[in-house]
Structures are given as structure tokens and as C-alpha cells.
């Protein structure tokens, strides 16, 4: 669409124009988020601030139930986001498995341990501008 024609339809429904601003509010706190999280955090809170992230996206969707989702993401494409290498993401979700705060057999994943994943991730969802995100152990 050409931005002549998108600003028309905005100028007639401000709606649309809210809605557009709303979008651009939230993707703008994503990206400061995830500039902290490549920027500040080291490995394993990057890695349990991704899946705590995921968590919460699925769950607005009604893809999640219990804290068990299906993942079907590699780890290289984990390291890609996380700005890691593939054997140090192995490494960390050998860790996050080890700590008892995850499980994981095949692209099925469980947050053993919401509360403490979340604490490992220094995780609050409000970036994420969902209603229904709850960060807390009665998610």
C-alpha cells in the first residue's frame, strides 16, 4: 500500500490510526527488550528469558497448556536469536535442564519450573503489552 493511500484511510478512521500506533508501541518495547537481553544478560538468563517469552506468546494463543508447548526450533536457529553458537546453546539448556527449570524430549518443552525460569530470565512480560500475561508462579 502507498503511504499516501494508508495515510487517507487513517485520516478517515482513527481506529485504524490507533491501532497502527498500538502495533508500533509494542514492537518498539519488544526491541528494547531483546537489545537488553543480547546487550546485558549473559547465556543463561538469554536462553530462559527466550523460552519464558515464548511461553507467554503461546499461551495468548491457546498453544500452551501446563507449561508444555511444542518448540519445533533448532538450536541453531535459538543460537541465531541469542547471539550464541549452537554447542553454547546446547550447553545452556543442559544447564536449565540440570537446574531443574526445563525439560525437553524432542521439540516438547516443559517449564519444570515457571517461578524459577522466570527468575532466571529477570522476566516481566509487560513488554509484551498482553492482558492476560502473568509473570508470576500462578501463571
Known amino acids: 500500500m502507498r503511504h499516501d493511500e494508508l495515510r487517507a484511510v487513517c485520516d478517515q478512521h482513527s481506529s485504524i490510526t490507533r491501532v497502527f500506533w498500538r502495533s508500533t508501541v509494542i514492537d518498539a518495547a519488544i526491541y528494547r527488550e531483546w537489545v537488553t537481553n543480547v546487550g546485558r544478560r549473559d547465556a543463561y538468563s538469554r536462553m530462559a528469558h527466550i523460552l519464558c517469552e515464548l511461553i507467554v506468546r503461546l499461551r495468548s494463543v491457546g498453544r500452551i497448556e501446563d507449561h508444555v508447548a511444542y518448540l519445533p526450533i533448532t538450536q541453531a536457529a535459538l ?42 530470565a529477570d522476566f516481566d512480560s509487560t513488554y509484551l503489552h498482553q492482558r492476560a500475561a502473568q509473570t508470576g508462579a500462578g501463571f
Open 79 to 120: 543460537g541465531d536469536a541469542l547471539g550464541l553458537s549452537t554447542v553454547h546453546v546446547n550447553r545452556v539448556l543442559q544447564d536449565l535442564r540440570r537446574d531443574g527449570l526445563i525439560s525437553t524430549v524432542g521439540s516438547r518443552f516443559h517449564a519444570t519450573d515457571w517461578a524459577g525460569l522466570v527468575r532466571a
